[in-house]
């Protein structure tokens, strides 16, 4: 029975809410129009999109684009169980009501994803207490998750307290299996990680996978002492799949073998003056169509 899948992408190929730079004045529209016509099902949101069920259901109706999920600044690190389930309701009620398969969850309390004044080097780092304590807030709040419907995908990420290998196999250990973990080539290789080894040692974990490539060549040029991760983003550092150095006819033939079903979704933040994002849509999906079909996935309609 063949494995099913789907093609979703992000929105910040159009616009970027982290560097109002990169496509602030690129509407929403635009960005939707050209997800449907690069072939894609569906998209995660962003800043632009509606907040509110009934508007954001008919704009994804009338371009024909399913919500597969999107992100969720989560501030467990320094918050209580509580007070981080009532900041996320709306969000969670808004994605249960338009069908989304997961919510993206990403630690930012103290992160340097957003702050082009600190260098990559600064980021945020755990002790192995702290990690269990942290480990201990997110499996009740990926519990929660869980119940309401619309289960935690986390979300590690550059410039985070979740970061590279060392991060993601301590939280894995720490945290129950409602503890989703989202699974991004692209924000691994910038750390250094071989994705494989993340894939062989915690697949079972993943529920939702984001594709992006790296450019070697300005990975290699930057300087974690004085670069940002948003200076990072500014040279380039991320494109779509099949523009970088990362094999992912390799990675989705082992996601096809740990029997991966879901989502695979463009995430690649860059200028889209220098990258035109509806040409740059298409070479991702393209990618990704030829990787799925080598792995013997089918692309299906519908629900899963």
């Not at 907040?51 to 008919?58: I, M, S």
């Not at 929660?144 to 550059?158: K, N």
Request: aromatic content about 8%; proline content about 4%.
């Amino acid at each position: 029975m063949a494995l099913k899948a789907k093609l979703g992408i992000a929105p910040i190929a159009w616009s970027n809410d982290d560097l109002p730079q990169l496509g602030g004045d690129t509407p929403l529209t635009t960005c939707l129009a050209e997800s449907h016509q690069a072939g894609f099902q569906g998209v995660e949101t962003g800043g632009k999109f509606p907040k509110a069920t009934p508007e954001l259901r008919a704009v994804l109706k009338e371009y024909q684009l399913d919500l597969v999920s999107g992100w969720y600044s989560g501030t467990l690190l320094d918050s209580t169980v509580e007070e981080e389930i009532k900041k996320a309701l709306p969000q969670m009620q808004l994605f249960r009501d338009c069908g989304a398969v997961c919510l993206v969850y990403g630690e930012t309390a103290g992160t340097i994803q957003n702050r082009q004044d600190i260098p990559l080097a600064n980021r945020r780092r755990l002790s192995d207490e702290q990690m269990q304590e942290y480990a201990a807030k997110l499996s009740q709040f990926g519990a929660f998750c869980r119940d309401f419907g619309v289960p935690l995908a986390f979300h590690h990420h550059m410039g985070t307290a979740i970061e590279d290998e060392h991060d993601i196999d301590r939280l894995m250990a720490a945290t129950s299996a409602d503890v989703g973990l989202l699974f991004d080539a692209g924000h691994l290789a910038f750390a250094g990680v071989d994705p494989m080894s993340i894939l062989e040692k915690h697949g079972a974990r993943i529920n939702h996978v984001h594709t992006k490539d790296v450019r070697a060549e300005v990975l290699q040029a930057l300087d974690w002492q004085r670069d940002s991760f948003l200076d990072a983003v500014l040279k380039g550092v991320y494109t779509v799949p099949g523009d970088g150095m990362i094999d992912f006819t390799a990675i989705i033939k082992k996601l096809a073998q740990l029997g991966y079903e879901g989502w695979f979704v463009v995430e690649a933040e860059q200028d889209p003056a220098k990258a035109p994002p509806l040409e740059y849509a298409q070479i991702g999906y393209k990618t990704l169509c030829s990787a799925l079909d080598q792995a013997g996935y089918t692309l299906i309609k519908g629900a899963f």
